[in-house]
């Protein structure tokens, strides 16, 4: 089979595999649909490809030549030793929850496995992911996929939308407050759409006027244009002079990151989850003497992810709207040429 590998400086390739054989507790998915998320591009800037990529994040590898995709969704095509037919039906149709840990430990055992203390895989970086005809993985790794939700959906929820909805949840968010959202990525996009549905006010911030238009199309209420306006003034303008009750920062971009800080309100809340960089902040001013929650979010576990599904399909959340773009495997480097530009929604190979 082929699978879609970054070798390196913005370079795709498609390269020859073996097609996979599920080993014991192991199953082999057919990919219906594999997404692209914000975190590729980590991957596919690197100048050494994807072995690169993850050992400048800490992950790790498992060689040079690593299919990428970490938002897998199919059906269950074959079955390994000691997986029961109540595990993985063949034809199931499934998402991945896209980390493999020891299995054993408590994180791994709560559906945490990316927080393993003895290391973790990460489909798609440190090992084979999503955007290739077949994928293995352990059956442990497999979330349902709802009967009202399409592959593409499935595939948005496997990372990009459940790290929004399970931001939102470890925020704590009520209904009625008002959310700004930094960043309007595939991530915050996500959140833009997922919050509106959860009752909240949202604020939209970005610097592409692209983006922030298709922000407005999953219901936000305001946008502001980072590049033109300051977002803390903007933001305390659209509060009468407050500030946001909850902010939520998605692009990893360190001004970004204090501007979130510093437009949330007196005992408001501020959520990280862009990957990458850092930020400055002055702590008593910023922080101490205003009450501030600072939080960290860093995706879901395989409960959270079935939650993120369960809610979009019982409250029928247009998730299609943020699929902007759809690609054959064929037209992976034309698809990450159009991705790395930063102006789209979601974009899915579809099979």
């Known amino acids: 089979m082929k699978g879609i590998v970054f070798v390196g400086n913005r370079q795709v ?3 020859d595999f073996d097609d996979p054989t599920p080993g014991p507790g192991e199953v082999v998915l057919e990919m219906k649909a ?3 998320c914000g975190s590729d591009l980590h991957v596919y800037r690197s100048p050494g490809g994807g072995p690169a990529a993850a050992a400048a994040l800490g992950l790790g590898g498992e060689g040079t030549s690593v299919i990428g995709g970490h938002e897998p969704c199919g059906v269950v095509a074959a079955r390994g030793p000691e997986v029961s037919e109540a595990q993985a039906p063949i034809g199931a149709r499934v998402m991945v929850h896209h980390y493999k840990g020891c299995g054993g430990c408590p994180s791994c055992r709560q559906g945490w496995s990316q927080l393993c203390a003895d290391g973790f895989t990460v489909y798609g970086i440190t090992g084979h992911g999503g955007h290739a005809p077949y994928m293995k993985v352990p059956a442990s790794t497999l979330v349902s996929l ?8 499935g595939a948005a929820i496997s990372c990009g939308t459940g790290t929004a909805f399970g931001a939102l949840k470890r925020m704590d968010m009520p209904g009625g407050v ?20 959860m009752g909240a006010r949202v604020i939209a911030v970005d610097v592409n006027a692209d983006r922030l238009a298709l922000a407005k199309q999953m219901g936000a209420d305001e946008t502001v244009d980072a590049s033109a306006t300051d977002p803390i003034t903007a933001i305390r303008g659209m509060t009468r002079g407050r500030g946001a009750d909850y902010t939520l920062e998605c692009s990893g971009n360190p001004d970004a990151r204090a501007a979130a800080v510093r437009s949330t309100r007196t005992w408001g809340t501020t959520c990280f989850v862009g990957e990458g960089n850092s930020v400055t902040l002055d702590v008593s001013p910023d922080i101490l003497r205003r009450q501030l929650t600072l939080i960290g979010s860093w995706t879901f576990n395989t409960i959270g992810q079935d939650d ?6 019982e409250h ?13 495997q064929d037209q992976a480097a ?6 790395d530009t930063q102006t ?8």
């Open 178 to 197: 008002t959310l700004a959202v930094f960043g309007q990525g595939p991530v915050g996009l996500s959140a833009t759409l997922l919050a509106v549905a």
């Open 334 to 339: 034309e698809a990450y040429t159009l991705f």
């Open 34 to 36: 594999s997404g692209m």
């Open 344 to 351: 789209t929604g979601k974009g899915v190979f579809l099979f």
């Open 146 to 153: 709802p009967e009202e939700l399409s592959f593409e959906e």
């Open 13 to 15: 390739e498609l390269q």
């Open 316 to 328: 029928e959340v247009p998730l299609k709207q943020l699929i902007s773009h759809r690609f054959r």
């Open 308 to 313: 993120c599904a369960r809610f979009i399909a």
